[in-house]
């Protein structure tokens, strides 16, 4: 069982918003209809600017079939950029879902795969595969073909979910969440330990491909592997979509969701299946994504007003892939020959909204207690 953590504002929120919720529900379309457009946008932003700016209209006319006024401007569009936007979309959205469902799973803020060991224990599934099979080049595997796709998106999953369920054994004996987090910290620098180990043993060529795989990129997945990592996400997603009411639940503490009649144990198990698959498949084709997972979150409830997980789950999905896309399109430093690590960008952009957050709690908190 897990411990009984200290109250935290997503319960409490849930609690005093379910009948603002319902006097809101009309606004709730308009809302994600609002994420719809700036999706639409940011993608269409993301084909048209780069080292070589391409005109709106041409864009357009590529997507619709046709042929662009530079046979160039087809290529870029069809073979680069469409792909890479397509990659930021599915593993924004993933992130941003992995990341609620950690937050709401542990009840705490500050949860996402990445704190709690889950994108180590991807990281080390990986590592496994890439640095006693094969090298990595701009497509994963790419010598070993479908196989080899599967087996990487296999030894990350497998990584990922070890990982987890390792959190979970150590959860079950602490009794606060805070130690929790620290042991999931700890797990993951244990696990981050053993890549090392295998980075100092391995051949130079395989260390350079693994660690610019570390930097995390949107551009490496070509579209014979998009099924995998599209199945992958959306398998995914769908999951969390069917946990909506259970989430809620679980945000009111393990007695009310039983109460409800709920399984814990098979609602856990889902859980960590979803969380499992979305960061060890997003984590397989491109790298371990910082920051996301737990800033996501939070800007949903922000704007939507609601800790209500039929709201955040699909709003989660938008926000994420628009943060992702926009991550990507910063880091291609548009004018330029010259692209920046990823993780970089999405730590400048993550950080602080952690840190706005957090001071905008403490000085609700202090306004609350004056």
Request: positive net charge; aromatic residues 6%; hydrophobic residues 60%.
């Amino acid at each position: 069982m897990l411990p009984k953590p200290a109250p935290i504002s997503q319960a409490s929120d849930y609690a005093q918003d379910v009948s603002q919720a319902r006097l809101n529900l009309g606004l709730r379309p308009l809302l994600l209809l609002a994420l719809l457009v700036g999706l639409v946008a940011v993608f269409l932003l993301s084909l048209a600017l780069g080292s070589i700016s391409i005109p709106l209209d041409q864009i357009l006319t590529v997507l619709l079939g046709g042929e662009a006024e530079r046979a160039s401007w087809t290529n870029i569009i069809l073979r680069i950029r469409l792909p890479k936007a397509t990659t930021a979309a599915l593993a924004g959205a993933a992130l941003g879902v992995s990341g609620l469902l950690m937050q709401t799973f542990f009840r705490n803020p500050l949860a996402d795969p990445s704190v709690l060991g889950v994108n180590a224990g991807a990281s080390l599934g990986v590592a496994l595969v890439v640095l006693s099979v094969g090298t990595v080049g701009g497509a994963l595997l790419a010598g070993f073909g479908l196989l080899g796709d599967l087996l990487l998106v296999a030894a990350a999953a497998l990584g990922a979910a070890l990982t987890m369920l390792l959190v979970l054994l150590v959860a079950s004996r602490v009794q606060h969440s805070v130690t929790l987090l620290i042991l999931g910290l700890m797990i993951g620098y244990l696990v981050s330990a053993a890549v090392s180990l295998l980075l100092y043993f391995a051949i130079p060529e395989r260390i350079q491909a693994y660690i610019s795989w570390t930097f995390g990129s949107f551009g490496g997945v070509t579209w014979e592997q998009m099924p995998i990592l599209a199945a992958g996400v959306l398998l995914g997603l769908a999951l969390s979509l069917a946990l909506t009411k259970p989430l809620n639940a679980l945000l009111l503490g393990e007695g009310y969701a039983r109460s409800l009649g709920l399984n814990l144990m098979l609602v856990r198990m889902a859980i960590i299946s979803a969380t499992a698959l979305l960061a060890g498949v997003v984590t397989a084709f491109c790298g371990p994504i910082a920051f996301l997972g737990i800033a996501v979150p939070h800007l949903c409830r922000s704007f939507f007003g609601t800790s209500d997980h039929r709201m955040l789950v699909p709003g989660a999905m938008l926000m994420g892939s628009t943060a992702a896309m926009l991550a990507a399109l910063i880091a291609e430093v548009p004018g330029r020959n010259l692209i920046l690590p990823l993780n970089a960008v999405t730590a400048l952009m993550g950080a602080p909204v952690v840190i706005a957050i957090i001071l905008h709690r403490r000085n609700a908190a202090q306004t609350l207690g004056s």
